[in-house]
């Protein structure tokens, strides 16, 4: 592996001086895909940030209004054995879930996912379905930021120099909703999405769908929340012809690569496919409420 | 870039260290702790050989840095067998013949020890899942699972006696 600082400050502050002294420098979290880049060659920082000593980087925190924040290097195995969370965002902790193997559930990260910049991170459709918020530290103080902002294309984000995603929050949620999160790989496990969907609904007491969000990843440069495929589900139950325009305007804001993994008309016809089975994943789970 | 000096629990005993920033874990156990039963398969997360167990939880140790491991508890394929005594993972691997080359095997051992620990009576397909990340080219998985499930009953039934 090249040569590199290794630092674990125990402040936020101090994360942000460290990451601001040297340009090049890095925020290590679950480090599932930073170690793998640095022993590659392809990524080559000065000086490696640890956050998971920094309060608040991780772990579970269900907040008084009912929502949830959650440290941004919390590993997916610690969210998948939270049985608040499940319970309240089960797409959410499906789509991190699927993250690799149990061992990289041990280390990876909704962090990580998300500034590793990939159109095809399996979280990020899931926490922007969600209406999930990111809280970032930098030199300029604490912001917080929808987490569709981040990303700018493949393995670029939009976090200036020093910035430091610290937490994700998950906003409370009303009594009859829920989320889902679904991918499509050519085998069950061990694999990158080809395409990947997430569904968020809320219901009234008549199962009407008061609202509805769809975000779809892995096909265009960056994981794109649907606002259009959101509409197509308000003010009715999940008819077929709801389907059908939620499928509809998932296709039309497709924008993919062909690669070996699919093509642009297979990626384009199974995120439809996809947001369809979401929603109705989403819509059953908010039903038994 | 000066050497970091790490401490950690070591199969229950304190281990200290000095290492490089860009050390990993597995290779610090190799080459500093001299504990080269975690192997590396791929170097990138792929194969699960070099699994060992931090605080209770399954990691890749080519995915962390040694330096990561200051005040952590670290398990590896050599804290299994107790004074001599295999344990009951690794003798239904011996008897189900789970292994031919054996490279892969402390990573499944360390894998599977770590299901059971949370898990004691977990289903086949709970299983497969659990090891997906513990790649053999040798066995076919299958031999590998029924030694699993069978080591999980001796288990129980060690339970229920004590």
């Not at chain 1, 679904?182 to 609904?201: C, K």
């Amino acid at each position: 592996m090249p040569q590199f600082d290794y630092v674990a400050p125990t402040t936020i502050d101090d994360a942000v001086k460290a990451l601001l002294a040297a340009p090049t420098a890095k925020v290590l979290a679950g480090g599932t895909d930073l170690i793998v880049q640095m022993r590659a060659g392809r990524a080559r920082p000065a000086t490696v940030v640890d956050l998971k000593r920094i309060p608040g980087a991780t772990g579970v925190r269900r907040e008084a209004d009912g929502g949830f924040t959650i440290g941004a290097a919390t590993s997916g195995a610690v969210l998948g054995e939270d049985a608040a969370l499940v319970r309240a965002w089960p797409g959410v902790v499906e789509a991190a879930n699927l993250i690799g193997s149990t061992q990289v559930q041990g280390r990876a990260s909704l962090g990580g996912n998300l500034c590793n910049a990939s159109p095809a991170a399996d979280s990020v459709p899931a926490l922007i379905a969600a209406r999930a918020t990111c809280v970032i530290v930098g030199p300029a103080g604490r912001r917080e930021a929808p987490v569709e902002t981040i990303q700018a294309g493949p393995g670029r984000t939009t976090l200036q120099p020093g910035e430091i995603i610290l937490e994700f929050r998950l906003p409370p949620r009303p009594k009859r909703a829920a989320d889902a999160y679904l991918r499509l790989i050519p085998r069950t496990e061990m694999d990158i999405a080809v395409v990947g969907a997430g569904v968020s609904l809320a219901l009234d007491d008549a199962g009407t769908i008061t609202e509805a969000y769809v975000s779809l990843g892995a096909v265009a440069p960056t994981t794109l929340l649907v606002a259009a495929a959101g509409q197509a589900l308000v003010g009715g139950k999940l008819t077929d012809a709801a389907l059908e325009k939620l499928d509809a305007a998932a296709r039309a804001a497709c924008n993919p690569i062909d690669d070996k993994r699919g093509t642009i008309d297979y990626r384009t016809k199974i995120a439809g496919v996809l947001a369809r089975r979401a929603a109705a994943i989403a819509y059953n789970r908010a039903e038994a409420r | 870039m000066s050497k970091i000096h790490v401490t950690a629990v070591v199969n229950g005993d304190t281990a200290e260290f000095l290492t490089d920033p860009g050390t990993t874990l597995l290779d610090a156990l190799r080459d500093e702790l001299g504990l080269t039963g975690s192997k590396e398969g791929c170097g990138s997360g792929d194969c699960g050989a070099c699994s060992v167990i931090v605080d209770g939880r399954l990691v890749c140790s080519c995915l962390m840095l040694a330096a990561e491991a200051e005040g952590h508890r670290i398990e590896t394929i050599e804290g299994m067998a107790h004074s001599g005594d295999l344990h009951p993972l690794q003798q239904k691997f011996l008897e189900h013949a789970a292994l031919q080359c054996g490279f892969c095997t402390p990573g499944l051992l360390v894998a599977a020890k770590a299901l059971l620990d949370t898990n004691p009576d977990p289903t086949e397909e709970e299983t497969r899942y659990w090891l997906a990340g513990n790649l053999c080219r040798c066995t076919g998985y299958d031999k590998v699972i029924r030694a699993v499930l069978d080591a999980a009953a001796v288990l129980r039934q060690e339970r229920r006696a004590a």
